[in-house]
């Protein structure tokens, strides 16, 4: 009882030491923005908190964070979802405290090495097509918005009035269906931002978002045909060279596997190879599934491996804020180094040729690991018995045991 007393004391005093405080920003649906809404048509909006630099002067990096949520895959579903934080901002907290976010959030440098001082912003999600649609569709007795590429493009403007064109570096990230934003938004973010300064470096972090085109590991209705209501219904667009290139099937565009191909900007994937929102059931089915993902990323890192790289663990787990250590290194160690070795690479062409991703031949390789999430498909029942003692300060110090 006194490690576990221990360890969430440890816990809670870092989660206190991090917190910072977000403050909601509301978008004025007026001139520019009049489109833009959530699926209820209350305004779109964002979290954000303004940060200092390590000289005491105010920022000019930005953390632009899509907010995560599935998604709502038929009329009574997002009828539903209207009503509820993932559809409307009417009872939107004015105030969220970042320790109940990822770890891209946290101010405490030995959590999040790269982005702790940085300008951070969480951009709500209250469309339901992963910010992707541009319709109005009537049904009952109620308008329903999906004005998802609107909200970004309303936040966009907001940002810029606040300082986001005086940036130098900008991190397009999210998480699930916010992750999959990163891949489907990452070029049109950065050619939007070029129109301020091209030099301006955008690259995207994409987390737990790679959702694969097929239905789930029985073969059953699921992502494969959600995504493909979404595109129809809410009128959606995606990574533009993708569509232009694939109009007999523009549903591809929403999925990973397809449009990293079309993607020119960097970018960094970190996501669980048994990521528990893309695996139902159990036994080797998943083990299959799983390996199905991971060689997807593998493939879509390599594709351009030195704008690319990866961090995928085989926890189950999904938009978890304490990310597994492997080899000494978690998910925001790995995206520091990719992040300075990319830029470093940019202007030492005598480099070019030396990869981005020394991640993914270490954490593609099969291996079920049990760390403070009780990772693994066959080994659930060891991981609850020694999770909760030994496993604890294991993991606060980084340490992964392989099973």
Not at 165 to 179: E, H, K, L, Q
Not at 218 to 234: K, N, Q, V
Not at 253 to 275: A, R
């Amino acid at each position: 009882m006194t490690v576990i007393f221990i360890c969430v004391l440890t816990l809670l005093l870092r989660n206190i030491y991090c917190e910072q405080t977000l403050d909601l920003v509301l978008i004025d649906q007026s001139n520019n923005n009049q489109n833009s809404g959530c699926l209820d048509g209350s305004p779109a909006g964002y979290y954000i908190v303004m940060s200092n630099s390590s000289h005491n002067k105010p920022s000019n990096k930005w953390l632009i964070y899509h907010e995560g949520g599935g998604w709502c895959t038929s009329l009574d579903d997002c009828y539903a979802r209207s009503t509820t934080l993932l559809g409307s901002t009417v009872n939107r907290p004015q105030q969220i405290h970042s320790s109940s976010l990822t770890a891209e959030f946290s101010n405490d440098p030995n959590l999040n090495m790269l982005m702790h001082d940085w300008n951070k912003v969480l951009i709500i999600y209250c469309d339901g097509g992963s910010f992707t649609g541009n319709n109005i569709t009537r049904y009952d007795d109620k308008d329903l918005y999906f004005r998802g590429k609107e909200n970004l493009k309303a936040v966009k403007n907001s940002l810029v009035s606040r300082g986001l064109s005086n940036a130098t570096d900008i991190v397009i990230s999210g998480c699930s269906a916010g992750g999959l934003a990163v891949y489907l938004h990452l070029d049109w973010w950065r050619d939007t931002i070029a129109a301020y300064d091209s030099s301006i470096r955008v690259t995207g972090l994409a987390i737990d978002g790679y959702f694969l085109d097929r239905n789930d590991v029985y073969g059953f209705y699921g992502i494969s045909d959600y995504m493909r209501w979404i595109l129809i219904h809410m009128n959606s667009s995606t990574n533009s060279k993708c569509m232009q290139q694939n109009t007999l099937d523009e549903g591809k565009c929403m999925f990973p596997q397809y449009v990293s191909s079309y993607v020119t900007t960097p970018f960094f994937i970190y996501n669980s190879k048994f990521n528990y929102h893309t695996i139902l059931g159990t036994g080797t089915r998943v083990e299959e599934f799983g390996s199905l993902i991971a060689s997807s990323i593998n493939t879509s890192v390599n594709l351009i491996n030195q704008t690319r790289g990866c961090f995928v663990d085989t926890c189950v787990h999904h938009c978890t804020r304490d990310t597994p250590y492997i080899n000494g290194y978690n998910s925001t160690y790995a995206f520091k180094l990719f992040y300075e070795k990319l830029y470093a690479q940019q202007s030492d062409h005598n480099n070019r040729n030396e990869s981005l991703c020394p991640y993914c031949d270490v954490h593609i390789d099969g291996r079920v690991s049990v760390c403070l999430f009780c990772c693994g498909t066959d080994k659930v029942l060891l991981a609850l018995i020694v999770c909760p003692t030994i496993l604890c300060f294991l993991c606060i110090m980084g340490v992964v045991i392989a099973i």
